[in-house]
């Protein structure tokens, strides 16, 4: 039962005794109007206060603040400023502060049935106050002088008000047609007593509906109101900082990766861009297999963020593997040294000839000797340069070594030269340390390709090594570890999963994990379909020519049927018609060839292809638990 409730009850008891006593009376009745009163006010401010702790985004709380205000004091309308700080970009000295203002954040009138608040894409369009005027505090603007004094003012009519400049409120009023009358305003302050913002409430009205001046009592209840607003908003500040500290700080580390490999920035940030598009387009499809998977503004964000942290990991892959762009390459290609020793081989053919001309001289051969040993020699060296050119070819690395490279690098391989110098070279700590120089007067043989050239050279696909390439896929498990590292919010810890596996496969045979389709949440499936679409289809690799989208989308196909990538996602990447705006946007136009999206699904979509997600993602979008009433 209210205290309201008791007194009535109380009042009956004791009115038998005193029926005609007027004193008593008119205290009673004063008494209980006080009494409805604190009731209602505890009961908006406990409302107020659920709801604040409920939302997130500033614009909302703030306009809990205003609505809560009004209510309490009965006041016609309000504005809510904050401050906004611009510093000068200077990075000698960072954090000067360059303008203070107060922006317009919300904004209700009653009588002119007004109700404004500003949000990150849609802002009130009434210019900032200034928090300084040629350089000293602007304090003709009575909200100005609140957030720079921190001082309350209460007026009981602006007309009449001396000390503010009052003439913006006055031609406001003249071309609506309402009348500023009283006014209270009050400071925000934040955690650390940091004036943030500014409360201005206008026009209290008493219980007949005449504006009449704010009470002591207002200013007291919508003071507490303040401190109330500064915990709901210091919250939401700080948990704002932080994801705008921990995004940039992301965009550091891509642009750090970016000035060792472009191409691998220009990567992730197309696959960034990509997963959102994705994950948007698999929360919004309401059809098939994943018709009821939906993810929430922080799921959005944080699988965002996982497109972008996926390949951290390579900030430290060393540079040439990460930008190998043939398959000689290390710190440079050696396929110069190689022509060097083509050259020198080339010098030996020349040699071998003179030293046949000069035997013959001494033993008097016919001209016809002589020819012989010319045209040997130019077919020696012709065959030479067959030989090199095909080998820079086979250097280039591609889809696949065609097996007339592959049998002209084995040829070659076992060609010698002579070499008059040799290095004496020796294993130390899995590095290869030259000790010195071995001379030989008359030449010993040595290969024109060495075992490792070889090897390289007979890369069957792309131009990575079976070392380079272990190498170069320990980024995921680095990616991976390094997120595990971070502390993010909670929901957010499923992050590093996401972003760690995407080179993981639903059969199992990916890596750094061998994940199987339970485990892989769709998040990661997201990642690693766009990860794999993106590298197929871009034109700034350095290392292979752009690939037509059907060609693209074919072998996507082949990963579908070979149960590496999840065949509904992609179903849902093609119907969308997502592809195809992706298309236009990064591909070459001609690139973008002729797709048959059924045909693609009748051939590649597996009859008995299933749901496997795991269970969070199924439990991510089931109704929220009914609230207690
Ligand atoms: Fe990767
Ligand atoms: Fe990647």
Request: proline fraction near 4%; charge should be negative; glycine fraction near 6%.
């Amino acid at each position: 039962m209210k205290i309201s409730e008791r007194l009535i009850q109380l009042n009956n008891l004791i009115r038998d005794q005193f029926p005609e006593n007027e004193e008593y009376l008119f205290l009673f009745r004063k008494l209980e109007e006080g009494i409805k009163d604190l009731e209602r006010q505890v009961e908006i401010q406990s409302l107020a206060g659920a709801e604040l702790n409920r939302v997130q985004e500033q614009s909302t709380v703030l306009e809990i603040i205003l609505d809560t205000a009004r209510e309490l004091t009965y006041a016609d309308g309000g504005t809510v400023y904050m401050i906004q700080v611009e510093y000068y970009d200077d990075p000698f000295n960072p954090g000067e502060i360059k303008s203070k203002a107060l922006s317009f954040e919300v904004l209700q009138n009653e009588t002119l049935n007004i109700f404004e608040r500003s949000s990150s894409t849609n802002k009130i369009s009434l210019p900032p106050v200034p928090l300084d005027k040629a350089g000293k505090p602007n304090h003709s603007n009575v909200s100005a002088y609140c957030a720079n004094t921190g001082w309350i003012v209460n007026i009981p009519d602006v007309y009449d008000a001396e000390g503010f400049d009052f003439s913006g409120t006055k031609k406001y009023d003249q071309t609506t047609g309402y009348r500023s009358q009283s006014m209270l305003v009050i400071p925000l302050r934040d955690h650390e007593n940091q004036i943030n913002g500014v409360l201005q409430l206008i026009n209290r009205k008493d219980q007949t509906g005449k504006v009449i001046p704010f009470t002591d009592q207002d200013q007291a209840i919508v003071q507490s109101l303040s401190y109330q607003a500064a915990v709901s908003l210091t919250t939401q500040k700080l948990l704002k900082e932080q994801v705008e500290l921990f995004n940039a700080f992301v965009q550091v580390l891509a642009e750090g990766l970016g000035e060792k490999s472009p191409y691998t920035f220009a990567h992730i940030n197309r696959v960034a861009l990509l997963t959102v598009s994705m994950g948007k387009a698999v929360d919004e499809w309401a059809e098939g297999m994943y018709e009821d998977i939906h993810f929430d503004a922080d799921q959005h964000a944080e699988l965002e963020l996982a497109g972008w942290m996926h390949d951290i990991g390579k900030l430290t892959t060393p540079e040439y593997i990460v930008s190998k762009s043939v398959k000689l390459q290390t710190l440079f290609d050696r396929f110069e040294l190689v022509v060097e020793r083509f050259n020198s081989k080339a010098k030996d053919i020349e040699i071998e000839a003179l030293q046949k001309k000069i035997l013959g001289m001494e033993n008097d051969k016919g001209e016809r000797y002589f020819i012989e040993v010319e045209k040997e020699k130019n077919e020696a060296l012709q065959e030479l340069a067959t030989d090199v050119h095909l080998l820079c070819q086979s250097n280039l690395g591609g889809e696949f070594l065609s097996k007339e490279l592959e049998e002209k690098i084995l040829k070659t391989a076992s060609i010698t030269r002579k070499e008059y110098f040799q290095l004496n070279t020796k294993m130390v700590l899995g590095e290869r340390k030259i000790l010195g120089v071995e001379a030989s007067r008359n030449g010993q043989v040595g290969p024109l390709i060495s075992e490792e050239e070889k090897a390289l050279l007979l890369i069957q696909r792309g131009t990575l090594s079976p070392e380079e390439r272990l190498i170069i896929n320990a980024h995921s498990d680095r990616s991976w570890r390094w997120l595990m590292k971070l502390p993010f919010p909670r929901k957010m810890m499923k992050l590093p999963l996401y972003a760690g596996a995407h080179h993981e496969t639903l059969s199992g045979t990916g890596y750094p994990n061998q994940l199987k389709a339970p485990q892989l949440p769709i998040q990661s499936r997201i990642i690693a379909i766009v990860d794999v679409f993106e590298a197929l289809t871009a034109k700034d690799r350095p290392y292979k020519e752009p690939m037509p989208l059907s060609k693209s989308l074919q072998i996507l196909g082949f990963m579908v049927k070979d149960n590496l990538l999840d065949a509904e996602i992609i179903r849902i990447f093609l119907k969308s018609g997502l592809y195809l705006d992706y298309a236009q946007q990064f591909l070459n136009e001609d690139q973008i060839d002729e797709v048959d999206i059924d045909q693609w699904i009748e051939t590649y979509y597996p009859k008995d292809f299933k749901d496997s997600l795991p269970a969070y993602n199924r439990i991510a979008e089931a109704k929220p638990l009914q609230e207690n009433p």
